[in-house]
């Protein structure tokens, strides 16, 4: 059973944006994270953003700072990953994530993490 939906993906040209958004309605127990992931076509999958619930701090990939930032909206049970200035290189399904084995001190890998939606594809192309 699936506890976490994305959406927004979507095509859009280089510098535009796109919002992404992680329902997690169903995932009615506690987790201590929620990430973004990616996955580019030939290309290993990789962190972009966490948000720690423990602390509340926020962290990213390098190569998305400055551009991309996540944040949540626990009223409605959504998580937002809102990009700005995309590049082709941003192309990718992107996954979000929860951690329910324990806090995070930074972007933790996904084996790190125990439930995955099924993904949404972003394209960045002119």
């Known amino acids: 059973q699936l506890y976490l939906g994305e959406s927004g993906g979507g095509l859009v040209q280089p510098g535009g944006s796109l919002r992404l958004s992680c329902d997690t309605s169903?995932?009615?127990?506690?987790?201590?994270?929620i990430a973004w992931f990616r996955r580019a076509p030939g290309k290993e999958r990789e962190g972009v953003s966490a948000l720690s619930r423990w602390d509340g701090k926020v962290y990213y990939a390098e190569a998305v700072k400055g551009r991309f930032a996540i944040s949540e909206d626990n009223a409605n049970d959504m998580v937002y990953l809102q990009m700005n200035d995309l590049k082709p290189e941003d192309t990718a399904v992107y996954y979000c994530a929860t951690k329910t084995g324990g806090p995070i001190q930074d972007l933790s890998p996904g084996s790190d993490y125990d439930y995955w939606g099924r993904g949404t594809q972003v394209t960045v192309s002119s």
């Open positions: 169903k995932f009615t127990w506690y987790y201590y994270a």
